[in-house]
C-alpha cells in the first residue's frame, strides 16, 4: 500500500491531524491505523457485567477511535497551563491559540456550549484563599465537560465525517515496526486478521496514545529515535461523598491544585475530577490493570472522584521510567488478584489493610464495586505513599472531611507517557518523515493538548 500520510493511532492527536488536513483542503491521500475499533462496536463490558473482563485482545476502553476519549468522562482542558508540556516547545501564545481553535472544532461536531470553572467568584476565591494557607495552588483552568455517553456520539460524528471526506480507517489493525532507511522514514508494517500490510508513506505520523507509550519507546531505542526518560506519574484514584467535596464541585467542577509536599518535596496535583462520577477500571497490553475515573451528563453516583498523582523525575543511569511504573502496577495487580485494590485512608494511617465488611458499612460505597480491599502500601514506593498522604492531609484544609477515615484510595493509577521524545518547535523528530504526537510523545496529557498537538502537524501537512 503507498500512501501520502500515514497515522498510527486513532486518538485525539492522530484524528485532529486528518481532521485539520481535511479543513485545509488537503487532497492528499490519508491512511489511519487503529489496533482498536471503530466506536460504534466499542463498548463498556463492564456495565453489564459488573466486573473487568480483561477484554481481548485489547482494552475497548484505552484502545480504539478516539482512544480512551470516547469512554473516559471528556473533559477539555481550555488553558495551556493544563495538559503537558507543549508550551514550553512551541510557546505559551501558540499553543493557547490551538486549542481556542480546537475547542471551536469540538463546538462544531457538537461539544456542550457551557464553561465550567470559567467565573472568578467568591466563592473560587476563598477555595484558593485555603489552598494558599495549605501550601497549595490553585490553577486556574476553565473546563468544557463532554460526558462519557456524548463523548461517544460527538467522536462518532467525527469518525464518519473524516470516513465521508477520503480518510482510509483501518480497525483491529496493529503497528509492529516502521521503516527507516538512512535517517529518513518510509512507512510501517501493519498487521491485522487478513495478514501483512507494508504502507510506504511519504511521512508517518505516531499517534499511539498513552497505551502505545510503551512500544514508542521500543521503537525510538530500536531506530535511534532521539528521545529521553520523562516524568513518570504514579498515584491513586481518591473517591469521597459528594458532600464532602460540593463547594469545590460547584464553583470550579474540576479544582487543580499542585502541591510540594515535605519531606520529599515532589510535585503532587489533582487530575481528572469527576463529580457524582465512577471509578473505572483500564487494562493495558500485558494484562496490566490500572485505575481511572469518568462521569456521565446525566447518570449521577452519590461519589466525587479525583487522581492525586506523585510526579517522579530519574536521572542517570536509570532510563526505564515505564518499566518501572508498569512494576507498581504488576504488584498492586498481584496482590488484588488482577485487578483494582482499595484501601480506607484511615486504614493507611493507622497501618492496617481494608476488609470488605468494613466498606459495606462506610458512609462512602465504592462505585468500582469489584475493586479488592486491602493494602495499598504493600506496592506504593515509601516516598510515592508519603507525598500522597502529606497531599491528602494538606486537601483537607481547602475541603474540610477530605482525609477522613473513609476516605477511599484506590490503586494503581499511574500515567504512561513517561518517554519523551526529542522535537524541535516545528514537530519535527530526529528522523525525517516521521512524527510522534499526543501522550505516546511525552509533551501532551490530555485530551485537548493532544488535539491541539493534531492540528498543528494537520496546518505543517496539509
Known amino acids: 500500500m503507498k500512501t501520502d500520510i500515514l497515522i ?5 492527536a492522530g484524528i485532529f491531524t486528518a481532521l485539520e488536513m481535511l479543513r485545509k483542503g488537503s487532497r492528499k491521500k490519508i491512511v489511519l491505523a487503529e489496533k482498536g475499533r471503530a466506536v460504534q462496536a466499542g463498548h463498556r463490558p463492564k456495565t453489564e457485567t459488573e466486573k473487568g473482563m480483561n477484554c481481548k485482545p485489547y482494552c475497548h476502553i484505552t484502545s480504539g477511535f478516539s ?7 471528556g473533559k477539555l482542558s481550555l488553558s495551556c497551563e493544563v495538559g503537558g508540556d507543549l508550551p514550553e516547545l512551541i510557546g505559551r501564545d501558540r499553543a493557547q491559540e490551538l486549542i481556542d481553535y480546537t475547542d471551536g472544532i469540538y463546538l462544531s461536531f457538537g461539544a456542550d456550549e457551557h464553561v465550567e470553572g470559567a467565573e472568578n467568584s467568591d466563592a473560587v476565591k476563598e477555595i484558593r484563599r485555603r489552598a494558599i494557607q495549605a501550601g497549595l495552588k490553585l490553577v486556574d483552568c476553565p473546563i468544557r465537560h463532554l460526558g462519557t455517553e456524548k463523548a461517544q456520539e460527538l467522536y462518532l460524528a467525527i469518525q464518519e465525517h473524516l470516513a465521508a471526506n477520503g480518510v482510509e480507517l483501518l480497525f483491529d489493525t496493529l503497528c509492529t515496526d516502521l521503516f527507516i532507511r538512512d535517517g529518513v522514514c518510509r ?12 504502507v510506504e508513506a511519504e511521512n508517518t505520523v505516531i499517534a499511539a496514545g498513552r497505551g502505545g507509550a510503551d512500544w514508542l519507546e521500543q521503537q525510538c531505542s530500536m531506530h535511534n529515535i532521539h528521545h529521553k526518560p520523562g516524568t513518570v506519574d504514579i498515584g491513586v484514584r481518591v ?3 459528594t458532600e464532602i467535596i460540593e463547594d469545590v464541585n460547584k464553583a470550579l467542577y474540576e479544582s487543580k491544585l499542585i502541591g510540594y509536599p515535605k519531606p520529599f518535596k515532589n510535585k503532587v496535583r489533582t487530575f481528572c475530577q469527576n463529580p457524582g462520577g465512577f471509578v473505572s477500571q483500564e487494562n493495558y497490553d500485558g494484562g496490566l490493570s490500572v485505575v481511572n475515573g469518568h462521569s456521565y451528563k446525566e447518570l449521577k453516583s452519590p ?15 536509570f532510563n526505564q521510567p515505564i518499566a518501572f511504573a508498569r512494576r507498581i502496577c504488576e504488584l498492586t495487580n498481584m496482590l ?5 485494590m482499595v484501601q480506607r485512608f ?11 465488611k468494613e466498606l459495606d458499612h462506610s458512609n462512602v460505597r465504592p462505585t468500582l464495586p469489584d475493586a479488592v480491599a486491602g493494602d495499598i502500601t504493600f506496592a506504593m514506593p515509601y516516598r510515592t505513599m508519603t507525598n500522597i498522604i502529606e497531599f491528602i492531609r494538606a486537601m483537607d484544609h481547602v475541603v474540610p472531611g477530605f482525609a477522613s477515615d473513609e476516605t477511599l484510595l484506590y490503586s494503581p493509577e499511574v500515567k504512561f507517557y513517561s518517554n519523551k521524545v526529542k522535537l524541535d518547535t516545528e514537530l519535527n523528530t530526529s528522523v525525517g518523515g516521521l512524527f510522534c504526537l499526543g501522550d505516546a510523545s511525552g509533551w501532551t496529557r490530555g485530551l485537548m493538548m493532544a488535539s491541539a498537538m493534531g492540528v498543528m502537524l494537520g496546518r505543517r501537512l496539509a
Open 8 to 12: 498510527i493511532g486513532a486518538g485525539p
Open 336 to 340: 488484588s488478584g488482577g485487578g483494582i
Open 303 to 317: 461519589n466525587t472522584n479525583v487522581a492525586i498523582l506523585c510526579s517522579h523525575n530519574f536521572t542517570e543511569p
Open 67 to 73: 482512544g480512551a476519549g470516547a469512554f473516559s468522562d
Open 346 to 356: 484511615g486504614d493507611v494511617i493507622d497501618g492496617k489493610r481494608t476488609w470488605q
Open 239 to 241: 473517591e469521597v461523598r
Open 187 to 198: 512507512g510501517a508494517r501493519l498487521e491485522n486478521a487478513s495478514g501483512a500490510i507494508e
